[in-house]
């Protein structure tokens, strides 16, 4: 069977560090929430266009419910060989939310319903039960028999919503395959996943499930559409496969039309149903001798449900019916009867239960903690995802054919995502940082009024009007030269402003920067984004590149915390405290990540790229190892691939003083590298003012 997805999702192990050094015990992995973020939104993009509705998809959890109709739910669990059963189901799903009448199948209108189609008395009659009562003239309890009206309606009621989920089912199952013939393998997958056991086709071919009772004609139901099909195993099946009609399932437009198929469907199979022996109850409460689950008070609600769920069925041979008008297998003869073995009759019990949970909706799906859900929420709020960079870097010293490695691209900050504590970078784990933080904000907010006054000059336009002119627009205040003779009375007018510009500016948060020389970069880049705000045609973009663990697997980062075309200063001053340093310096990887994001220098536009970093690119995991020269010339590459499109890029090193690493930076950022000192950063921001007014 084909794989359709193409993700690895959850969890991942580092092969070559799953060991504690210290204690010799497996390192279990940790959650990976980017990747549940991402099949959540994965799943839930596959229901929109399957169904053409924006239903919602969401994480299994305790006080959630998923029988509504309203939204798809899927397991708070799911591991990478279970993503393409998961779609499935989730497509399913979709799809009942969409073409299903949930309102059908509420108590009131389904009791209603069943009042009107059928013999309530007669059933009563036949399903009557013992119910022990106080006889106070013999001074015990004895068995009485009961008719129960109630638990008549009950019995029907829980018998036609499983059978009506079935032939729901098929019509649902036939609008995907016709509307999404795409999306057919995860149907597939599903199906593998929870039906195609060889033990059921074996139980078709024996004598199991052949007794009169409801029990055996579920089975045989739920099974009629896979090849091995037996309608002469029961009486009533060859009815009940003509009622189903199923190459003509299409007919069916509504849940109301699929409802009277399975109300003609249960007669069939009440009508052949032996009488059952009535049972008595020692606990005074009803009995079913029809059928093997007995139907009383406790499982009610369940019976009640409003769950319209999945069915067994082979779909490839649905599909194979539809094409061949759906003849019986092996065309009403009976054959030969195969027997089945105390441990293949365990095996089939075990079966016809996972059958029963998904037909009833009782698939099991993990809940997903209150914790976990907000982490997985915060991260869809922020867009993050991950970008595959770095392809045909080496994967270590002995392998240089590297398939390279996840970026994580956080496209937006939120208090939400601070609060989650999921990544270092931004989070408010570390308090002891937001006061010096803050500090450097605020004098950042402040150099950048000032600055922001100096670059007014850009709000400036210059008109330049040219008279006496040849040609041009007619001048009025020369049109009475004309009687003398005179021919320039035409005028030109020109007007000069500054083209709108961006500007992205791209910190390195590895933790070598931490100190003086982070409050420093943070200043500076405060003080921009104030300045632009204060002028026209000037946008500002600020990104900070680090790196993550996710999942127990060091990552690449690179978290764009501020962009003035759609956030306020205020951003600035409300986030940027909980933004830190933890990284290593994944220069170039990070460059790569956000090639797309950083604006082209065309159509009207200049486009600025500015670095700030005091050292050489450096990351390693278990897929990559970056740095010395390999690191050098890929974040070069990246530096080259901006300048081609038009950005002008201006990178500057902060050196805290030491010398080393100039030649690689030089050799990365050619004559675009600048080497300052931590104590001349801030004066950086006033020397921009020339860039940005001459430009």
Known sequence: MQNYSNSS???DYDVDDNVDILTGEEIKPGKDYVKMAATKRAIGNFVRIVTGENIPVVYNTKDESYTDGKTVTIS??????????????ALHEGSHCLLTDFDLLKQDNFDEYIKSNFNIPEIAEKYGHYES???????????????NTRHAINQVAHTLKQILNYVEDRRIDYFIFKNAPGYQGYYHSMYDKYFHASIIDKALQSNEKTDLDLESYMFRLINITNSNRDLNALPGLKEIWSILDLKNIDRLKSTSESLDIAADIYKVVERNITKPEPQSNDNGGDTNGGEESKSNSSNQSSQEST?????????????????NNNQPANNGKASKAIELSDSQKRSLDKAIKKQKELLNGDVKKSNLSKKDKNNVQAISDSGSDQKTVGKGLPKNWYDHTGAGTDCLVIKNISNNLAESNVYQTFSKNYSWRIESNEEAINKGIVLGSKLGRKLQVRNDE????????NKGKLDRRLVASLGHGYQSVFQQVFEERFKPAIVHISVDASGSMSGSKWENAQIATVAIAKAASMVQNLEVVISYRSTEEIGRKLTPAIFIAYDSRKDKITKIQSLFKYITCPGTTPEGLCFEAIQKEIVDGSNGVESFFINFSDGEPYFENKD???YGETASNHTKKQVDNMKSRGIKVLSYFISGGYTSGKENFTKMYGKDAEFIDTKSLVPLANSLNKMFATN
């Open 76 to 89: 708070g669990n799911i591991k990478d060989k279970d993503f393409d059963p998961t779609v499935g189901l």
């Open 462 to 469: 210059r008109t330049l009007k040219y008279s006496r002119l």
């Open 133 to 147: 009562i106080w006889d106070d003239e013999k001074d015990q309890y004895v068995n009485t028999h009961t008719i």
């Open 624 to 626: 990559i190892t970056y």
């Open 307 to 323: 769950e319209v769920e999945l069915s067994q069925n082979d779909i490839e041979q649905l599909a194979e019916n539809i094409v």
């Open 9 to 11: 999702f959850w969890y």
